[in-house]
């Protein structure tokens, strides 16, 4: 949260990113998968890994020139020392609503029902189910 803040992401860019990273690691975006969607929506299909990396490594700005080198060197120790963003003290200024019974994607019946995925499909995550979420503990291990 540190460097995107830095690098001059807006925090309303990034206040759902905490929810998205526990619930990919409960397995959300693997339940139903592969799915067909990008051939849907791009006419094509999806790249591989490697390839979408090779593409990557190849842009000028991901070179490793001194130069590049020595500015990501810079970036990366000032980091540690720039605030961060507080996602919670931001949802409290937009008073955003939050659901007495908040449930991540995979342990949704209404989730699962809409994505058509079978209640035999288990979480990734073993007991994830389990895993109490209150307003006031929601987000705050990315706090630093």
Not at 67 to 74: I, K, P
Request: glycine share 6%.
């Amino acid at each position: 949260m540190k460097a995107a803040r830095r690098i001059g992401y807006p925090i309303d860019a990034l206040n759902g990113v905490r929810y998205y990273i526990d619930d990919h690691k409960r397995g959300a975006f693997e339940l139903g998968a592969p799915t067909t969607d990008v051939l849907d929506v791009a006419g094509r299909p999806a790249e591989d890994l490697e390839a979408i990396a090779h593409r990557y490594a190849a842009l000028l700005r991901n070179q490793r020139p001194f130069g590049n080198w020595l500015r990501e060197f810079t970036q990366f120790m000032i980091a540690p020392l720039s605030p961060g963003f507080n996602l919670d003290r931001y949802d409290r200024q937009l008073r955003c609503p939050f659901p007495s019974d908040p449930q991540f994607a995979p342990d949704s019946k209404v989730w699962r029902h809409e994505h058509a995925i079978s209640d035999a499909a288990k979480p990734a995550v073993p007991g994830s189910d389990k895993v109490p979420i209150t307003a006031t503990s929601r987000g705050q291990w990315l706090e630093f």
